[in-house]
C-alpha cells in the first residue's frame, strides 16, 4: 500500500510543472494557491510513507538550507517592505518551491523514479511548444491572449517570450539527452529526436537572445557530461533538426510573429506545420536508424582533454549573456518594435538590464543587510526612474536578491545554487548517465536567471527545482532513515504552509465576494445595505489577505458612500502597510481633502515623490 502512495505521489509531483507552465504566474491567483496546497500535501505525505525526508550528505542539507532560509527571509521581509503586496507575492512563491524541493527530493531517491523526470519533463515542454505553435500554424481555428509587450513573440502559455525562450531550450536539452541515452530504447529515442526541431522552432520564435546562449551553453555542456559517440550523434542530428526549423520559419514572415494579416498567416502557418512535420519526421528516422541496442556499451568520443575544453567552453558560454548585458548599450529610450519579433535583435546587445541592475545595486549599497524587502524593485524603479516604462523585476535572480534581501538573501540563494552544484558533481560521479540530462537544463537555467526573472515564473522555476531535486536525491543513493523529530519539523512545516496558502485563498474568495458588491454599487448606486455588506466582505478579506486591495476597495467604498471617517481611516491604514505606496498616499490624499487639507497636501506630496511625473508630462 505504501508503494502505491509512493507512486501516486510522484506522478503528481512530475505532472505540478506541468499544470504551472499552463497557469498565470501571479501568486496570488487562486489557481497558484491551489496548487501550493497540493506541492505542501505531497511534503506532508512523504513525511509519513518515505523512508528518508532530508539529505544525508552536506551538500543536499546546504541546498535546503539555503532554500530554506530564503523563504524565511523573504517572509520576514513583509515587515520592512514598502509596499506588501509585492513582498507577500514573492513569499507565496519562494513557499511553494520550498516545498515542492522538499517533497521531490524523498520521492527521487530510487533510481527508476528519477529516470522518468527527463521523459516527463520534456514532454511538458513539447506539449507546451505545441500549444504556443497552433496559433501559428493553425491562426484561424487557434487564437492565443498573448499579451502586448510580446510584439509578436512566442510567448504563450507562460505568457512571457524570454521564459517561454528558455523552457523550449531546457526541453530541447532533455530530448537531445534521451536521443543520445544508449539505455533508452530505440523508439523512445527515436520519438525524442523528432521532437527536437519543434522545440527548436519555439525556441528561436521567443527571439530571445539569453535562451539561446544558455541552450548552447546547456548543449555544450551535455556533450562534456556525456562524452560519448551516440550522444555526440544526437546532439548533432538536433542541431541539424533545429537549423531546419529555424530556416523554415525565417522564410515564412508571417509565422515568425503574429502581427501579420490573418490570411497572409493561414497560408504560410500550413506550409510552416507541413515543414516542421517532416524536419520532424526526418530527424526521428534518421535516430533510429543510427542507435543500437538499449544497453549496448558506448564509446568516448572525446579524450580528456575534449571534456575540458568542452567544460571550459560551457562556462563561457554560460556567463556570455551576463557578460553581454554589462558591455552593451541601454535601450531605455529606444522604440519597443525593435524589440519584437526579428532576428536582427539576437546580433544587438542593447537591453535596459543595465539600468535595472543599477537601481537594485544602488538598493543594495543602502541596505546592504537585510535589503530593501521582496518585490521592492516595483517601487525603487518608479520613484528612480518614473513609470513611463514601468518593471516589476530587476531581471536578475542574483541581484534582485542582493537589493530586496541584502547579503543574508544573497547568501541563501548561493548556499542554495552551491549546493546544487556540489551534489551535481557527486551525482555525476556516481552515475554519469542519470546526471547528464538535468545538469544540462539546469545550466541553461543558471545562465538564463543570471539575465531575467525566470524565478518568478513557476512554470519555468518548478521545472528547474524538479532537476535540481533529481540532483540532490542521484547525489546519495543510500541515506539514513529520519528521526522523529526530523520528521516532525517537516509536517509542522507543511501544516503552516498549508494554514498561510488556504488563509490567502480564503482572502481572495471574501475579496471576489465584496469585489461584486462593489462593482454593483457602481452601477446602481451606493446605499447603506450595499455598504454595509461590502464593509461586511471587504473587512474579512482584508484579515486573511494581506495585499492592499480589500482594504482599498474598503476605502473607496466608504468615501463614495458618504462614511468619511471611515474611508480615512482605512487609507491611514493602508499607508501604514505601505508606505512606499505612491497609490496608498494619493487614496489618502484624496478622501481627506475635505476634511484635512494640509494632510491632503502633505499626502499627495509624498504620492508625487514616490512616483515623479514623466518626463513630457509637463508638455
Known amino acids: 500500500m505504501t508503494e502505491k502512495i509512493a507512486r501516486v505521489q510522484t506522478a503528481v509531483l512530475l505532472l505540478i510543472p506541468a499544470v504551472a507552465t499552463f497557469l498565470t504566474y501571479r501568486p496570488h491567483s487562486t489557481e497558484f494557491l491551489v496548487l501550493g496546497i497540493a506541492v505542501w500535501l505531497m511534503a506532508l505525505i512523504g513525511v509519513l510513507i518515505q523512508p528518508s525526508l532530508l539529505p544525508a550528505g552536506r551538500p543536499g542539507r546546504i541546498a535546503i538550507t539555503g532554500i530554506a532560509a530564503l523563504t524565511l527571509l523573504t517572509a520576514l521581509s513583509m515587515t520592512w517592505a514598502g509596499v506588501l503586496e509585492p513582498a507577500a507575492a514573492a513569499a507565496t512563491l519562494a513557499l511553494v518551491y520550498l516545498g515542492f524541493l522538499l517533497a521531490a527530493v524523498p520521492a527521487l531517491r530510487e533510481r527508476a523514479a528519477a529516470r522518468v523526470v527527463e521523459p516527463v519533463l520534456a514532454l511538458t515542454v513539447l506539449a507546451a511548444t505545441l500549444y504556443g505553435l497552433s496559433e501559428r500554424v493553425l491562426p484561424g481555428t487557434f487564437s492565443l491572449a498573448s499579451p502586448r509587450t510580446a510584439l509578436g513573440r512566442f510567448a504563450e502559455p507562460l505568457g512571457y517570450w524570454n521564459a517561454m525562450g528558455l523552457l523550449c531550450g531546457m526541453g530541447l536539452l532533455l530530448a537531445a539527452r534521451i536521443a543520445g541515452d544508449t539505455e533508452r530504447p530505440r523508439a523512445s529515442r527515436a520519438m525524442f529526436a523528432a521532437a527536437t526541431p519543434i522545440l527548436a522552432a519555439g525556441l528561436w520564435l521567443a527571439f530571445s537572445r539569453g535562451a539561446l546562449a544558455a541552450t548552447v551553453a546547456g548543449m555544450v555542456g551535455l556533450v562534456a557530461l556525456v562524452a560519448t559517440r551516440s550522444q555526440a550523434k544526437s546532439v548533432a542530428l538536433a542541431l541539424l533538426g533545429a537549423a531546419a526549423a529555424i530556416a523554415s520559419a525565417q522564410s515564412l514572415p508571417s509565422v515568425a510573429t503574429t502581427q501579420y494579416a490573418l490570411d497572409d498567416r493561414a497560408s504560410q502557418g500550413a506550409i510552416f506545420g507541413l515543414m516542421l512535420l517532416g524536419a520532424a519526421i526526418a530527424v526521428g528516422t534518421t535516430q533510429f536508424l543510427i542507435s543500437g541496442r538499449a544497453g549496448r556499451p558506448d564509446a568516448e568520443s572525446i579524450g580528456r582533454t575534449g571534456v575540458r575544453v568542452a567544460a571550459f567552453l560551457t562556462v563561457v558560454v554560460a556567463i556570455t549573456p551576463f557578460a553581454s548585458v554589462i558591455a552593451g548599450q541601454n ?72 537589493g530586496d534581501l541584502g547579503l543574508l538573501g544573497l547568501t541563501a ?35 538564463h536567471s543570471a539575465i531575467d526573472w525566470d524565478w518568478q515564473v513557476p512554470g519555468v522555476t518548478l521545472s528547474a527545482l524538479l532537476l535540481a531535486a533529481l540532483v540532490i536525491a542521484a547525489a546519495e543513493r543510500d541515506s539514513s532513515r529520519p528521526s522523529l523529530t526530523q520528521r516532525a519539523a517537516v509536517a509542522s512545516l507543511a501544516v503552516v504552509a498549508i494554514a498561510w496558502l488556504g488563509w490567502s485563498l480564503r482572502g481572495i474568495e471574501l475579496q471576489q465576494r465584496g469585489e461584486r458588491i462593489v462593482a454593483a454599487a457602481g452601477l446602481l448606486g451606493w446605499n447603506e445595505e450595499r455598504y454595509s455588506r461590502a464593509k461586511v466582505e471587504l473587512e474579512s478579506a482584508a484579515l486573511y489577505n494581506p495585499w492592499p486591495l480589500p482594504r482599498t476597495l474598503l476605502a473607496t467604498a466608504a468615501f463614495n458612500s458618504g462614511h468619511e471617517a471611515e474611508a480615512i481611516a482605512q487609507a491611514q491604514a493602508l499607508v501604514d502597510a505601505n508606505p512606499g505606496s505612491w497609490f496608498a498616499w494619493g487614496l489618502l490624499a484624496e478622501v481627506v481633502r475635505n476634511e484635512d487639507p494640509a494632510l491632503a497636501r502633505s499626502a499627495l506630496a509624498t504620492s508625487q515623490q514616490l512616483r515623479p511625473p514623466e518626463p513630457d508630462a509637463t508638455r
Open 331 to 402: 535601450q531605455i529610450n529606444r522604440e519597443p518594435t525593435e524589440s519584437g519579433a526579428v532576428a536582427d535583435r539576437l546580433a544587438s546587445s542593447e537591453s535596459n538590464r543595465t539600468r535595472y541592475w543599477s537601481t537594485q545595486l544602488a538598493e543594495f549599497r543602502a541596505n546592504p543587510i537585510i535589503g530593501s524587502g521582496a518585490g521592492s524593485f516595483e517601487t525603487t524603479w518608479i520613484r528612480e526612474r518614473g513609470s513611463l516604462q514601468p518593471a516589476r523585476n530587476a531581471h536578475s535572480l542574483e541581484i534582485e536578491t542582493a
Open 413 to 447: 540563494l548561493l548556499l542554495l545554487l552551491g549546493g546544487v552544484t556540489v551534489c551535481a558533481r557527486s551525482a555525476w560521479r556516481r552515475d554519469r548517465r542519470l546526471l547528464a540530462g538535468p545538469a544540462a537544463g539546469l545550466i541553461a537555467f543558471a545562465s
